[in-house]
Each structure stands twice: as structure tokens, then as C-alpha cells.
């Protein structure tokens, strides 16, 4: 079993930065991939950005060149960042993780982003 604690959630003004932190319960080595998801109004579950075990990262087009995806690996934790917030960024962001050993998805309760204009 594998917990995600995401935090770092709340209310942001357009222009503003996000900073997102997920902490795994497990050695984040024993994960495939660690990423960042987001759910916004009335839309589909999205990607914003992973990073995978060797720490190679990958960011969606509709953040790309705003947005970094890193770790701290002693602390078993991955972070997001999203500067220049658009009102559009508003969503619900998950963590989430694929556990090598087992072959299995998890995914965090979720933090609410709001992005006012």
C-alpha cells in the first residue's frame, strides 16, 4: 500500500506562482513514476508533468515553459511548481504514483488550486 499527501493548495491571483508538495510513503525509487495530475471544472483529468524513477521529467503543452516538476529524493517527496497562473490553471491537482512492485496506481485525495483573475 501506498499513501500520497498532497499539499500546497489554495486560493492564487493570475500572475501568481504555484507550489505543490506530495509526499510518498514509500522509497520513491520503487515507483516508476511520480506525476501530477489536475482536474479542472467540467473537464477530464489531465497530466501537467512526471517524472520517472531515473528522474527524467515531461511537462503537458498547457504548461510548458511555467511549469517544473522535481524531487527531493531523502525526503521521498515531489514537488510542482507553476508560475504565471492563468484563471484556466484552476483544478483540482492529484498526485500520483505507479508502484513497480505489483504493478499498481495510486493516486492522492487531491488539493484544490483556485486561480483568481
Known amino acids: 500500500q501506498v499513501q500520497l499527501v498532497e499539499s500546497g493548495g489554495g486560493l492564487v491571483q493570475a500572475g501568481g506562482s504555484l507550489n505543490l508538495s506530495c509526499v510518498v510513503s514509500?522509497?520513491?525509487?520503487?515507483?516508476?513514476?511520480v506525476a501530477w495530475y489536475r482536474q479542472g471544472p467540467g473537464k477530464e483529468r489531465e497530466l501537467v508533468a512526471r517524472?520517472?524513477?531515473?528522474?527524467?521529467?515531461n511537462v503537458a503543452d498547457s504548461v510548458k515553459g511555467r511549469c517544473t516538476i522535481f524531487r527531493e529524493n531523502a525526503q521521498n517527496t515531489v514537488y510542482l511548481q507553476v508560475n504565471s497562473l492563468k484563471p484556466e490553471d484552476t483544478a483540482v491537482y492529484y498526485c500520483?504514483?505507479?508502484?513497480?512492485?505489483?504493478?499498481?496506481?495510486?493516486w492522492g485525495q487531491g488539493t484544490q488550486v483556485t486561480v483568481s483573475s
Open positions: 500520483f504514483a505507479h508502484l513497480i512492485l505489483g504493478d499498481r496506481d495510486y
Open positions: 514509500r522509497s520513491i525509487f520503487s515507483m516508476s513514476t
Open positions: 517524472i520517472s524513477r531515473s528522474g527524467v521529467t
